[in-house]
Nanobody, 124 residues
Framework: QVQLVESGGGLAQPGGSLRLSCAAS????????MGWYRQAPGNQRELVGV???????RLADSVKGRFTISRDNAKNTVYLQMDSLKPEDTAVYSC??????????????????WGQGTQVTVSS
């Protein structure tokens, strides 16, 4: 399986910045979309942003203009730069990766993995 290790969460003041990182390791044929989701207490998990292996990005409307998602394919790592943070950005942020493996019959099979989650708290 693919393991995702996240880092960079913590406490920030409103208007401040944080940068999350998520590194993928393990055995896979190709690492496809990587993304970030978040879940605040009492809310459903929501997509924050996703980036394809070719660099195409999609961000939630609530974070457009404030957050940037990027990736380093050589390091199998996805980043989430969060600027102009607001208290409503407080949540557990989880990394997601979709990848392919070749099975014993040489078929491409799709999988996905999740990180353990990292807490982001925006408060003065």
């Amino acid at each position: 399986q693919v393991q995702l290790v996240e880092s960079g969460g913590g406490l920030a003041q409103p208007g401040g910045s944080l940068r999350l990182s998520c590194a993928a390791s393990g055995t896979f044929s190709s690492l496809n979309d990587m993304g970030w989701y978040r879940q605040a207490p009492g809310n459903q998990r929501e997509l924050v942003g996703v980036i394809s292996s070719r660099g195409s990005t999609r961000l939630a409307d609530s974070v457009k203009g404030r957050f940037t998602i990027s990736r380093d394919n050589a390091k199998n790592t996805v980043y989430l730069q969060m600027d102009s943070l607001k208290p409503e950005d407080t949540a557990v942020y989880s990394c997601n990766a979709k990848f392919d493996k070749i099975d014993s019959l040489y078929r491409r099979v799709a999988f996905e993995s999740w990180g353990q989650g990292t807490q982001v708290t925006v408060s003065s």
